[in-house]
């Protein structure tokens, strides 16, 4: 009885210390439309190293989420195979580690 | 996880620190009556290692984040400038005040008086620059 709950309490300590990100939309390899805005949405669990999020669009930082969970208004973007990534970033903003990309198709 | 946070912890202290006398240390030039000693030297030396401390706890940032993380901190825009300001004000900051230290006892007194108010304005600017740089990245 105690080995379960020593387990189940690992087992559910272990995510909040690595933490996730999640985007819900755009889906990877979605197709969206050129001169929209695009809503990201997201959720995030920073873990115990992270403390904000970064947005980046092929590499190059678009914006700064201070809400672990929520919607992100992107620019409209060029048309193309673009890469949009969340990444949690520590209170000096160093990526660390935990992070999800996608692949959206600009049409 | 906690030698992490007290090595960026260690470097903010110094990085306060130093904040304090390159900015307290030209007012206190300024607007302090003056005092018996004379031409001020001593508080030049004070402020150009407190420029100095804020270079290496600056640098020590980024050197932490590699250290632990293999790349530096990512900022862009706003945050790049804000940096790119505090940089050359600590540069031009620990310039000057080495130059008093060097030459204060032969300068006229409006000359000196000139060189703390730039040192109080770069001091002033760095940490406005700074609140920019935490804010915008």
Redesign the interface.
Known sequence: MLQVLITSLALAAAPAAEGHVRIMAPADGARIERQKPTALVYEVNPG??GEHV?VYVDG??VG?LRQLKGRYTLKPLSPGQRTVCVKV?N???????VEQCIKVTVE | MAAENLAYALAQVLHNFGAVVVVGGAAFALWAPASPSGSGKQLAQLVGLGWAVQIASGAGFGAISYYYYGRFPEIHGVAVAALAIKVACAIAGLALALLLQWRVEGWPEARRRHSWCALAVLGATALSAAAFLRWFS
Request: aromatic share 0%; glycine share 8%; hydrophobic share 45%.
């Open positions: 115990a190293r970064h190059k930082e700064i970033v209170r000096a903003h160093v990526p660390i580690g």
